[in-house]
């Protein structure tokens, strides 16, 4: 095993750092996790300039050193047989003095001009080596140890370079040199305290995964969105109690180790914090204050999350009731989709309680990439509207350009092709093109609930007298698609209401 400055790692779980590093980024995620991915891709770039210099200077002064010792071969050469002149003209004795001339004239014109002046001139020695320097960095001023504040939980993980990763991330011509370094230099990066968006305040980063909050869990809705988020919070080592409308949904997550509750109410009161995630405000309504709901749950200290995507004033008039009775709420509605759900990288949208906001922050963990704190009730809501109308309309525009250029003759995978390769390139639209091109429109984001979205937006456009006609046209056109029954299809499926 090896000792560093925060914990014990078995060499077993060391890994190659280039192999493994972007299966660890796709896993891992926030700020801190970023910020130990780029200092070690500083580290690399740092050393391999300081690798290639002294490689540089080696072939130099390895030249040099050839070239002197030649000179000096040369230069001995030519001593050794002025000796053997000089020897054989003693004894031939001053009588051959005639011909001791020119014979010394004959050996220097045996010299060509380039030997004379290298005789003639000192010789030229090789610079000595230079010392090799410390391949370690200097600390960054942005790289600091965490000792206070909200972060302060964060233990060094089980990994040198990257906050999450199991295993070492590196690889190298100098491995050792590497190794070392970094064990002295990297640092978990202090966050900045008047960000917007949170990592966990009681989490820790271990082997991959999340220190999960101590606090009970619960969680209603286990819809596309849900069942996601619920799976994620299980895989993390979160305690959680789950209620579904539809009973036979929850049985899965039981095996996963979840446990049961009857009712909203049987939740809400046996739970420290409830999420719900449902369809509309009026199941958002109902889940609240129907039969067995969740105010009847509610006592003073009880905490109610709401992730469902409604219009302010319902998210509002939640927020009362839930206070009302000595309770705590939170907004979080989420942007994403199902395949984000399930890999727990949703973004989540927070307004309400901040206090409340930092206790979910091992869920928020779980089940996103990053999250957003935006101030009082009702400010998630609106920027959650917003961000579906923008995503409503441009799916509506996809489906448009696709069939104008089937109907003009051109061909749509050459259209998709070109899209791709310019500014509008997105994961979103090649997911989208390619379930048109395909004709599979299985449900990743249902076209009902964006439908639903883009009515809502347009209201809130309504309430401060704010045109939104690029949102009105696209709501006609979902409209018409789910006249022809595509409501429970994916919204790319909004392509149908312009081919019939």
Not at 161 to 169: D, F, K
Request: aromatic content about 6%.
């Amino acid at each position: 095993m090896i000792l560093f400055p925060f914990a014990w790692i078995k060499v077993e779980q060391l890994k190659p750092y280039h192999l493994h590093k972007e299966e660890m980024i796709k896993i891992n995620k926030g700020k801190r996790f970023q910020q130990a991915v780029d200092a070690v891709e500083e580290f690399l770039r740092k050393t391999k300039g300081k690798d290639q210099a002294s490689s540089h200077n080696s072939s130099e002064e390895k030249n040099r050193r050839n070239s002197s010792e030649e000179r000096g071969k040369q230069s001995a050469g030519e001593e050794k047989r002025k000796a053997s002149l000089s020897e054989g003209k003693l004894k031939k004795g001053t009588g051959e003095g005639k011909k001791r001339v020119s014979s010394v004239s004959s050996e220097r014109g045996s010299k060509s001009p380039l030997k004379r002046a290298q005789d003639q001139s000192p010789r030229k020695r090789g610079r000595p080596p230079k010392d090799e320097k410390d391949l370690t960095i200097p600390e960054s001023s942005t790289v600091k140890r965490v000792m206070t504040g909200t972060v302060a939980g964060f233990k060094w993980p089980p990994s040198v370079s990257e906050v999450r990763n199991p295993g070492l991330a590196l690889q190298h011509s100098s491995p050792a040199v590497c190794y070392q370094a970094i064990t002295k230099k990297l640092k978990v990066c202090e966050e900045e305290t008047g960000s917007t968006s949170i990592q966990a305040a009681d989490s820790t980063a271990v082997n991959g995964s999340i220190t999960p909050t101590d606090k009970k869990i619960g969680f209603l809705g286990l819809g596309l969105m849900g069942s996601g988020i619920v799976s994620n919070l299980l895989k993390m080592g979160h305690t959680v109690t789950v209620w579904n409308r539809t009973a036979e949904k929850c049985d899965l997550f039981i095996q996963e180790g979840a446990r049961l509750g009857r009712t909203p109410a049987e939740v809400v009161s046996t739970c420290d914090i409830t999420f719900a995630c449902v369809s509309d405000p009026k199941a958002a309504k109902d889940l609240v204050l129907g039969p067995s709901g969740v105010l009847q749950g509610i006592r003073p200290g009880k905490c109610y999350v709401d992730m469902s995507t409604v219009d302010a004033d319902t998210v509002t008039e939640l927020a009362q009731v839930i206070v009302s009775r000595g309770g705590r709420f939170l907004e979080a509605p989420v942007s994403g989709n199902q395949q984000l759900s399930n890999d727990g990288m949703l973004v989540i949208l927070a307004a309400g309680d901040r206090g409340l906001y930092e206790d979910c922050s091992s869920c928020f963990q779980a089940m996103g990439k990053t999250s957003f704190f935006l101030g009082e009730v009702g400010n998630a809501a609106k920027m959650m509207l917003i961000v579906n109308m923008v995503q409503g309309s441009f799916m509506a525009t996809i489906a448009e350009g696709l069939t104008l250029a089937q109907v003009t003759g051109q061909s749509q995978q050459t259209l998709l092709d070109i899209l791709n390769q310019g500014q509008l390139a997105s994961i979103f639209l090649d997911q989208k093109c390619q379930n048109i091109l395909q004709g599979n429109f299985k449900p990743d984001f249902y076209l009902k609930y964006i439908q639903k979205d883009l009515r809502l937006a347009i209201a809130l456009g309504d309430s401060v007298n704010h045109p939104t006609p690029m949102a009105a046209a696209a709501n006609e056109v979902y409209k018409r698609a789910k006249a022809l029954d595509q409501s429970d299809n994916d919204m790319s499926a909004v392509y149908r209401a312009y081919i019939h």
